[in-house]
C-alpha cells in the first residue's frame, strides 16, 4: 500500500462494531467486567481505550513500526521515553533538540542520575566520540530547528547498533509521510503530533513508535505508569488531522520551496535555511534519507530591528510559537524558541537576532508572497556591523 492510502487504510478506516466512518469517541473512565476471573480486553482507560488504540495503531503502521502510544503533548512523549533509562545511564544527543527536550535533559533528568552529553550529530565521529562505557542511547532530530541541520540517520544507527544502544528520533518535522527514521536502523520515534500531523493548531498531542515488540511493552509499563496518555477527544481529533497529513504537506512543501527559492534572491534577506536549496549543507543527505524537504523554513534579515518591523508589517502569517498547521505561522526563535539559550551559544549555532522561522501553510503561495515582499520592501537599511557573514 501506498503512503497516501495508508493513511487511510492502513488500520480499520470504520468502526468494527457500528461500521461508523470514524472511529467512535469512547467517553468512558472504566469498564464493565462481566466475569471476575476473566477481565475483558479494556480494563480501565488509562491502561486501555479504543479511540486511543485506534490512533496508536495507526501512527504504528504509519512509521513502521511494531507499536505505537498516544501522549498528552509532545514533551509527555519525549520525557516518558526517556524514563526507560536509569540512573548512571549516559545519553548522547544532538545539541540543537528541541529546547524543551533540552530542559527536560538538563533540569530534571540530570538530579536522577542521567548524564548528557551534546554533539553536533551532523559529525558522526563527533557522537561517535562522545560514547562511554555507560552510554545506553543516542537522540536525535533532523532537520534540526530552525536552520535545518540534517543528521545522517542510517550512519549514526548503524554505530549505535553495533554498540547496543538504543536510538530514539524526534520526527516532528517530516512525518512518516517524508522520513521512517525506523527504517533506517532507529528504534523509537517521537512526533509532537500538534505540529504536521495534528495539523489544524487546535490540539497538543505527542506520539511515540517501537521498533520492536518488547521495547514496545516497556514503554506501555511507562506509558500506564506515569498515567500522561492522550484524552480520547484529542485522540480522535489527532486522527482526523492525520487523514490529510499527506494532502496538506504536498501543497504546503510546495510551497515552501517556492518561498525558499524567492526569499533566497531578495536582496533584503541574507540567508535562507531550506534542505531544499541545493547550496543547503545537508541537501543531498535529506535527498537520499528523506522523500522531501518539509513546510519549514528560516531567513536571516540582519538584525533584530529589522525582523522586528518585518514582524510589525506581515499581515497573512500568525506570528506564534508552533509549527506544521494549515496556517502559515512565522516565529522568532530569539525570543520564543530559543529564549532560554544564552546569546553567544545560539549565535555559535545560527539563531542570530535577524533570524525568523517560516511555517508554511495552505494558502496560496503568490499571496503569501506578495504580503512578504511588501513587508521586506519597508524594512530599515543594514547597520554597516550587522553583516556578519556573506550570503548563501
Ligand atoms: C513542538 C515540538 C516538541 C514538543 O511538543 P509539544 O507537543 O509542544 O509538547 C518536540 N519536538 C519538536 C521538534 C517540536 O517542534
Known amino acids: ?4 492510502t495508508k493513511l487511510l487504510h492502513g488500520t480499520s478506516c470504520y468502526d468494527k462494531v457500528t461500521g461508523a466512518s470514524s472511529v467512535p469517541i469512547y467517553q ?60 548512571g545511564d549516559h545519553l ?9 527536550t533540552y530542559r527536560f535533559l538538563t533540569r530534571v533528568l540530570s538530579r536522577l ?50 554498540l547496543g544502544l538504543l536510538t530514539i528520533v524526534d520526527n516532528t ?8 527514521p525506523l527504517d533506517l536502523g532507529a528504534d523509537i520515534v517521537i512526533h509532537s503530533a500538534t505540529k504536521f500531523i495534528g495539523g489544524h493548531s487546535d490540539v497538543v498531542a505527542g506520539l511515540a513508535v517501537t521498533r ?12 500506564n505508569g506515569m498515567g500522561s496518555i492522550l484524552g480520547v477527544q484529542d485522540s480522535w481529533l489527532v486522527m482526523r488531522g492525520l487523514k490529510t497529513l499527506k494532502a496538506r504537506l504536498d501543497v504546503s512543501s510546495k510551497s515552501a520551496e517556492k518561498l525558499a527559492a524567492w526569499l533566497n534572491q531578495h536582496p533584503a534577506v541574507q540567508k535562507v535555511y531550506y534542505t531544499g536549496l541545493p547550496e ?28 522586528k518591523a518585518l514582524f510589525d508589517r506581515v499581515q497573512l502569517p500568525i506570528v506564534a510559537v ?35 522561522r517560516l511555517s508554511v501553510g495552505l494558502e496560496d503561495a503568490d499571496d503569501l508572497i506578495r504580503d512578504l515582499e511588501q513587508a521586506l520592501s519597508g524594512l530599515p537599511p543594514h547597520e554597516e556591523k550587522a553583516f556578519t557573514y556573506a550570503r548563501g
Open 92 to 100: 548522547v544527543v544532538a545539541e540543537d533538540v528541541y529546547g524543551g
Open 212 to 223: 520492536d515488540a518488547a521495547l514496545g511493552n516497556e514503554l506501555y509499563f511507562i506509558q
Open 28 to 87: 468512558a473512565s472504566t469498564y464493565h467486567q462481566g466475569d471476575l476471573d476473566r477481565t475483558g480486553a479494556y480494563d480501565y482507560a488509562r491502561s486501555g481505550n479504543p479511540t486511543r488504540e485506534a490512533l496508536e495503531e495507526a501512527i504504528a503502521v504509519l512509521e513502521g513500526g511494531a507499536r505505537g502510544f498516544a501522549f498528552a503533548s509532545g514533551m509527555a512523549a519525549i520525557s516518558s521515553v526517556f524514563m526507560l533509562f536509569s540512573s
Open 1 to 4: 500500500m501506498n503512503f497516501a
Open 173 to 180: 518535522f517530516m512525518t512518516p509521510y517524508y522520513q521512517r
Open 322 to 356: 508552533s509549527l506544521g498547521a494549515v496556517e502559515t505561522i512565522l516565529s522568532y526563535p530569539a525570543t520564543m524558541s530559543h529564549a532560554a539559550m544564552p546569546r553567544e551559544e545560539r549565535e555559535r549555532r545560527g539563531i542570530t537576532d535577524g533570524l525568523i
Open 280 to 307: 543547503h549543507e545537508g541537501h543531498q543527505l535529506q535527498n537520499e534519507q528523506a522523500s522531501g524537504h518539509g513546510a519549514v523554513l528560516s531567513f536571516d534579515v540582519g538584525s533584530r530591528e529589522r525582523a
Open 113 to 162: 542520575g542521567i548524564e548528557v552529553t551534546f554533539v553536533d550529530s551532523t559529525r558522526v565521529k563527533e557522537v561517535a566520540a562522545a560514547i562511554r562505557s555507560n552510554t545506553k542511547g543516542i537522540y536525535l532530530e533532523t532537520p534540526s530547528n530552525p536552520t535545518l541541520k540534517v543528521t545522517d540517520l542510517a550512519a549514526v544507527c548503524s554505530l549505535a547498533r553495533e
